[in-house]
């Protein structure tokens, strides 16, 4: 355990990866919670995606290929992985966080939970869950893909395994607010960020 003299008591940085379907909220999650991210001192993570910068959705860092794979050759990424036709990076720079005894929260993928979790031990992965029609319905509304993407990404949800024992499941099928509290007071729970955190930020919802 360290000590911020300002802030209070600091747990072990470590890396929360949060998982789960396609439409299952992470962007919106991430996004409701980053003021109070900020606020326990928790890092998130901004991805590098082959996808173009444009795209709805996400404060992610749009790539060609061949950028991506010039940044994976010059090890740019601590993690990296490919799904649903995309590349994803995760920047080194998590583990300079990690370093100065931050933690930080990742996007990150089902897929490749295996592979973060021998680089890093002592991830906490956090698990989305929501009912497949509410799925299809908010991967329709989103309106990032295609009808033929989003029918791709339903079949890859539906052939992965469900999460094991040690993912921390969180409910999205109600409200974002509900979930982002769920997610707040689970990182209470596990003690990852700064305790004692006078006033904190709450969630921030979209309008
Ligand atoms: N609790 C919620 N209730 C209603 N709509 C929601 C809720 N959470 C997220 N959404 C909506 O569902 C859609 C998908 O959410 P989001 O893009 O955050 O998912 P995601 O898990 O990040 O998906 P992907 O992995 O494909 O990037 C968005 O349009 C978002 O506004
Ligand atoms: O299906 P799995 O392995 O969980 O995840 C695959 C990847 O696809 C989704 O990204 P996006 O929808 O392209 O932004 C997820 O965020 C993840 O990074």
């Known amino acids: 355990m360290q000590y911020d003299a300002s802030n209070g008591a600091i747990s072990r940085a470590r890396v929360i990866f949060l998982i789960g379907p396609s439409g299952s909220g992470k962007d919106s999650l ?10 326990r001192g928790v ?6 995606i082959t996808r173009s910068a444009e795209a709805k959705g996400e404060d992610a860092h749009g790539v060609s290929e061949a950028q991506f794979q010039a940044m994976r050759d010059e090890g740019a990424f601590a993690l990296d992985w490919q799904a649903n036709g995309l590349r994803y990076g995760i920047p080194i720079q998590i583990d300079r966080w990690l370093a100065a005894g931050r933690s930080v929260l990742v996007n990150g993928s089902r897929g490749h939970l295996a592979i973060a979790r021998r680089r890093y031990p002592d991830l906490l992965a956090v698990g989305l869950v929501v009912s497949p029609d509410a799925l299809r319905a908010r991967l329709l509304a989103r309106g990032r893909e295609s009808l033929e993407a989003i029918e791709q990404r339903l079949a890859r949800n539906a052939s992965l395994q469900a999460y094991d024992a040690e ?10 607010a509900n979930a982002c509290r769920a997610l707040l007071r689970l990182l209470e729970e596990q003690g990852v960020g700064r305790s004692s955190v006078q006033k904190s930020p709450t969630c921030k919802l979209p309008d």
């Open 30 to 39: 991430i996004d409701a919670a980053r003021e109070a991210l900020r606020a």
């Open 43 to 48: 890092e998130v993570a901004r991805r590098v």
């Open 167 to 176: 993912v921390q499941v969180l409910d999205n099928s109600t409200s974002l």
